[in-house]
């Protein structure tokens, strides 16, 4: 064959798409742009007359399959059509939301215990920016409702349930309702759930947050969050400006191997379940164990919310070792099998000691303000046979 150009260009130059029909598997674009066929093309998609894709900060197939997939699960089996953005964490998930939708002045009502990075993000980042957090018990509705009345700056309530890592739940529809009432936004970090457990759009929540690194992937290989919004409309004009102009786009990548763990969700999550409610059991009538917090344990503060709201209680437990510090420290260094790793939501079980791990550099104080004690104990229970799960446990304790 005769190129009818030197070989160096030749080399340069993209061939044709090989492409002749569907593939079966999503494929992973890995380009920064798109060709337009002409110029005219060009200036139509650019002004959104004609669809199309210019730029991968701005969107890319790749990651828009997998947002689309997350936004239908969020809403599965409701007739609304909610939009979803995918960002290149949970914490950049919860920053473009928060500073797409709200400016100077305006305030997030929340509770104490939410996930530590999200605590620092609103008050070591957005307070310099302007926007303020106000802290309360988001169970203590006439509390939630005085504060609200009391400062017309609250714009958004943002919340999590079940929490971590004592596990206590807020009642979504409760939130919701006061949230509506006053006319402003309802935000909930979805993570310890997934819509699999909990779909808080049922309950009229605005926005729903991901952390995807966590069990809608489930194997612990990639970094990316989602915003779920109600009201696309809304998500296209605010929450996707921030997301284009700060750059927190998710790459194809990570966006892909989400999609690969989310087409195991359902059966992943059923058996993270079964498991962490057969370990709470066992835990529970071990005599070298305090307290066991698991929403799924009739003993839990919250189970009535927890039932009333989630499918089934999810896989994240924590438990209290007699002994205090060294007890629980003795603890950790005596598992075989469950892994001592930071993260959750994974395929294995992952375990972590607060005090002497994550919260090794905060007062003891304040630590225990927040219920994590000296041999509190937390495991993110995975999806292996249960008994040897409990066989290390138990030889561990
Ligand atoms: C991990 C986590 C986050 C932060 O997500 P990253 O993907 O690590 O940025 C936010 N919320 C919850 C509940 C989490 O567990």
């Known amino acids: ?6 070989r160096g260009s030749f080399c340069v130059h993209e061939l044709p798409d090989q492409r ?3 593939p079966h598997q999503l494929p992973i674009y890995a380009t920064s742009s798109f060709e337009f066929e002409s110029i005219d093309q060009g200036i139509d998609i650019f002004t959104g007359k004609e669809s199309g894709h210019l730029y991968s900060r701005y969107g890319n197939p790749t990651i828009e399959v997998v947002a689309e997939k997350i936004a239908r699960l969020e809403g599965f089996g409701m007739d ?5 953005y995918l960002c290149s964490s949970g914490m950049s998930a919860i920053s473009t939301l928060v500073m797409g939708v709200l400016s100077k002045g305006d305030k997030i009502l929340s509770q ?3 996930y530590g990075g999200t605590t620092e993000l609103f008050v070591k980042i957005l307070q310099r920016f302007g926007v303020d957090l106000v802290l309360t018990n988001l169970n203590d509705l006439a509390g939630v409702e005085a504060a609200i009345k009391a400062d017309p700056a609250i714009k958004m309530i943002y919340m999590e349930t079940p929490a971590n890592p004592s596990l206590a739940c807020v009642d979504l529809e409760a939130i919701a309702t006061l949230a509506k009432q006053y006319n402003i936004y309802s935000a909930v970090d979805n993570t310890f759930c997934t819509p699999y457990l909990q779909q808080p759009f049922k309950y009229g929540f605005d926005f729903i947050v991901h952390s995807t690194t966590k069990y809608l992937n489930g194997h612990g290989n990639s970094i ?7 009201d696309a409309e809304l998500m296209h004009s605010k929450v996707w400006t921030a ?7 998710c790459n194809p990548w990570d966006a892909w191997l989400t999609n690969n763990g989310i087409k195991t969700l359902e059966l992943r999550m059923d058996r993270h379940c079964a498991n962490a409610l057969a370990i709470a ?17 009739e003993s839990h503060p919250d189970h009535a919310i927890a039932k009333k709201q989630m499918k089934a209680f999810g896989g994240m437990l924590s438990f209290e070792v007699e002994g205090g510090v060294e007890a629980g420290k003795a603890f950790m260094n005596k598992i075989e099998l469950c892994v001592l790793a930071p993260t959750l939501g994974d395929v294995d079980t992952l375990i972590l000691h607060p005090a002497s791990m994550s919260h090794l550099n905060i007062p003891r104080e304040i630590r225990l303000k927040n ?4 041999g509190l104990i937390r495991v993110s229970i995975g999806i292996e046979n249960v008994e040897d799960l409990i066989a290390d446990i138990g030889q561990a304790l």
Do not use: C, S, W
Not at 1 to 6: A, C, F, S, W
Not at 243 to 249: A, I, M, R, Y
């Open 224 to 230: 990316a969050g989602a915003i779920v919004g109600r």
């Open 1 to 6: 064959m005769q190129e009818k150009i030197q």
């Open 243 to 249: 997301l284009k102009l700060l750059g927190t786009n």
């Open 80 to 84: 609304i059509n909610p939009k979803a």
């Open 20 to 22: 002749k029909n569907k």
């Open 281 to 297: 059991e066992f835990l529970e009538a071990h005599p070298k164990v305090i307290k066991v917090n698991y929403p799924g344990l």
């Open 112 to 114: 104490g215990n939410l």
């Open 371 to 374: 219920g994590i004690t000296d």
